[in-house]
């Protein structure tokens, strides 16, 4: 059974960094390309950055610059390293295959920026 954990998250001013890690465990983690997503309050679970298994990375426009994904595939995990954050960035952050697995969504971690 695959299972995904995130963590890092927390409340942080704008302008600051924070980094997400995504343990994995149950599949054959570095054949997979990997992905983060998040939800902000009352909106729509968005994609937010992946990495290939080869580490071809790709971000949405308004996370490029700023945040970085990167992936070890020796200890099964995913990052997300975010920089110059803004309230726009709050909400619960996913990590999951690249596409998604509807099966595979973990429980998140939290990410506040406050102004």
């Known amino acids: 059974q695959v299972q995904l954990v995130e963590s890092g998250g927390g409340l942080v001013q704008a302008g600051g960094s924070l980094r997400l890690s995504c343990a994995s465990s149950?599949?054959?983690?570095?054949?997979?390309?990997m992905g983060w997503y998040r939800q902000a309050p009352g909106k729509q679970r968005e994609y937010v950055a992946s990495?290939?298994?080869?580490?071809?990375?790709h971000y949405i426009e308004s996370v490029k610059g700023r945040f970085t994904i990167s992936r070890d595939n020796t200890k099964d995990t995913v990052y997300l390293q975010m920089h110059q954050l803004t309230p726009e960035d709050t909400g619960v952050y996913y990590c999951?295959?690249?596409?998604?697995?509807?099966?595979?969504w973990g429980q998140g971690t939290q990410v506040t920026v406050s102004s």
């Open positions: 999951n295959t690249h596409p998604y697995s509807r099966n595979y």
């Open positions: 149950g599949m054959i983690f570095s054949a997979n390309a």
């Open positions: 990495i290939t298994s080869s580490k071809l990375t």
